[in-house]
């Protein structure tokens, strides 16, 4: 039989006909391909739990500044006495729903300890959702922050911005107008000097700073809350209440 005689007889064989090496090859190849196929799934339904508990704990910082600072870290906002034996560190976003929770279950405490001279407490004002959603919201109303611990009066509108706080998909603290406007509920503080330090920026590039440190370190949303550099807020094992929140000052400084 000629050589072409074979080939043809080879290319009109049927799948029946065909070796069973050939057979269990294809096979395992389809067995590896679904088993591809679940392993996807398997990973994204995870992907889609760890971002579901990310969202209750607050927003994760993806996106960077729309502008980035000079690399070097600013100071942070400080109340309380320099005496206080623990430092309460927070980090937070003023259109981060999940920071205004915070602030909603644990500001009256958090000035009661700071008023009793506790602690003594850091805001780092960042603009996350401004990165990762877009607009100028989050930094314009740090911005506007400052420009209160400037005047002598950041608790208070520090508060206010919360309480009135839009939903985080309107860019309503973009408008300056809007942020000097709640800035007459706050007595004493809508003055020449503040609404000048607001429509200048005067404090955005120490805003910048803020969050581009913030989005090198180690942690990713806000709010972040540290008690004496210790992470306390956020873990679902361990909530945070504002009775444990007690408990764990006190306990810090006696350990000081």
Do not use: W
């Not at 927003?59 to 980035?68: C, D, V, W």
């Amino acid at each position: 039989m000629s050589d072409n005689s074979q080939q043809g007889q080879q290319q009109g064989r049927t799948p029946r006909q065909r070796p069973a090496v050939a057979r269990l090859r294809e096979e395992r190849e389809r067995e590896q391909a679904t088993e591809k196929r679940k392993r996807g799934v398997k990973a994204a339904v995870l992907v889609a739990a760890v971002l579901a508990v990310v969202g209750v704990v607050g927003y994760a910082a993806t996106g960077g500044s729309p502008e980035k600072g000079d690399g070097q870290a600013a100071a942070p906002i400080t109340e309380g006495k320099g005496a206080a034996p623990v430092t309460l560190t927070v980090y937070e976003d003023f259109r981060c729903p999940g920071c205004a929770q915070f602030e909603q279950a644990f500001k009256d405490t958090v000035h009661e300890l700071t008023d009793e001279g506790k602690i003594q407490v850091e805001y780092h004002l960042v603009t996350i959702i401004d990165g990762n959603m877009g607009g100028t919201g989050s930094t314009k109303a740090a911005n506007a922050a400052h420009c209160a611990a400037d005047a002598g009066k950041f608790t208070p509108y520090h508060d206010l911005l919360y309480t009135e706080q839009p939903p985080e998909q309107k860019d309503a603290f973009g408008d300056e107008g809007h942020l000097i406007e709640l800035a007459g509920k706050v007595e004493g503080l809508d003055t020449p000097a503040f609404r000048s330090c607001v429509r200048e920026g005067t404090h955005e590039a120490r805003v910048r700073r803020t969050n581009d440190a913030f989005l090198g370190s180690e942690y990713n949303a806000t709010p972040t809350v540290l008690l004496d550099g210790e992470n306390v807020y956020g873990d679902p094992s361990a909530p945070l209440t504002p009775e444990s929140l007690r408990a764990k000052v006190a306990a810090a400084a006696e350990g000081a």
